[in-house]
């Protein structure tokens, strides 16, 4: 056996996945735990069911980093103080360095009362449930008639689109702390949902936000026409939901019926206060309440707390002056031999392009680490696998990774779908042939 450097990925979405491309493409020998049984990430179980291209091109790129002969993949494997594996076990397994690229899997709970609510979700358990990730798929939720979101980003989007286009439910409120001038959605994700857009709503809502944006010298016209910029090439309308915005309003708590069933959401009004050459929420101490049965918290997510990494600020804690910057960008956190990459590094930020680019920089990171600090040494990945099987749980590999797409591919073609996915384990597991043998 020769001497390699032996690296842990931890996460198999864009950033783990290549980040983990870069470091074999270096020489390192390395192995990829996921928690999930396929690879992706939320290139795979965020990315919206519909966008078919997209997501075939991100599988086939992933497929490539998966044929590396110098990585190995060990999915249904969690990382962390209440995992499988905590990061010392993977020290004592010879690892000469972790590479964190767990995504942003904590939430970002406000702690407001009602939160408890049936109805009340954020947004991440209602992606992962629509994009059939086990166990989310099996969890009930209740889409009422009437839903608000939270949030005015591509996230609140993408719920807007499950619920008009999917739920077609009756109405759907996004609530956006500042105004129509700091909406931080794409125009193309607008396409979507914009054929739903109530526009005399929105005009009313404008009207009535124009003082507060004037205030602090913005232009209502100008906000308006950016909002509605995605008409002339929306979708057409596949339902008859109210789309509609409540600006400059923050949720403050909840309220249910007798049997804890939400039905409503009591709201803040805000001002725009400017700081720092931004402009901030401020609440006026004006509260009203508005009728619904679903409220759905898209304001981003936070890392996992219970990972065995140091938290601070919804992140993972980096060291403020990096032995081994790359492009500006800390990667390392307080354990020397512990790098952070991708969502994990800046929680709920960017696309995939982004993601791979911080993957593959926070490899750079570790490389140069490695380089400066260790040797080669025996890369046992035998006594990883030993260890995996000692969990007595199917542990998925590469192999069985392939098996599962080829019956997926199957099952599509079979019933005339363009993709189709099992959605629990023990079916993903019998489609790989694991319940024969267990
Ligand atoms: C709803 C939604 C829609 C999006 N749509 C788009 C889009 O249309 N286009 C676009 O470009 N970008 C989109 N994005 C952004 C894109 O998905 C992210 O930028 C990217 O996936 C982040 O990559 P990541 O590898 O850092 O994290 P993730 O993709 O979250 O991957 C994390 C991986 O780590 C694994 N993991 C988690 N915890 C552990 C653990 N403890 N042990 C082992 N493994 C673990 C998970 O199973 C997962 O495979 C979307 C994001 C969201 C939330
Ligand atoms: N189709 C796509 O391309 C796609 C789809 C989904 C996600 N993504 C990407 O994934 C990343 C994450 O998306 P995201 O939508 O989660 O994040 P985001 O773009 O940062 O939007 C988060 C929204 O939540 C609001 N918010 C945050 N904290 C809040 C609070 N405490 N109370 C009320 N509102 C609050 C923010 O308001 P403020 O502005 O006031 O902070 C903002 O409007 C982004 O980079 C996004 O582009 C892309």
Known sequence: MTNQYFVAVIGAGPAG???ARELANQGARVVVFNRDIKPGGLAEYGIYPSKHTMKNGLRKQFRQVLDIPNLEYFGNVTIGEQGDLTLDDLRSLGFQSILVTAGAQGTKWLGLPGEDQVGVYHAKDVVY???QLPPYTQKPFRFGKRCAVIGAGNVMIDIAHFLIRDAKVEEVI??????PAEVKFDKKEMEYVIA?????ALDAEIQRVTPIMQAVNQDPVTARASIVEALPKGLTKVSDTKFRFEFLASPVQMFGDANGN???VEIEDNILVEKNGDTKAKGTGNKRRLAVETIVFAIGDKVDESFGLPVEWNEFVKSENPRYPVEGNSFETPFEDVFVGGWSRKAS???VGYARKDGTNASKAVWQYLRQ????????VDAVLEKLRGLGKPIVMKEDVKKLESAETAEAQKRGLEAFKFDSNEDM?????FMETA
């Open 17 to 19: 996945l290549f980040g």
């Open 129 to 131: 449930y629509y994009n």
């Open 174 to 179: 996004a609530i956006v702390r500042r105004g």
């Open 196 to 200: 739903n857009l109530d526009q005399t």
């Open 262 to 264: 939400l039905t409503e």
């Open 349 to 351: 930020s960017g696309l």
């Open 373 to 380: 600090t260790k040797q080669p040494a025996e890369a046992n």
């Open 429 to 433: 597991l019998q489609a790989m042939g």
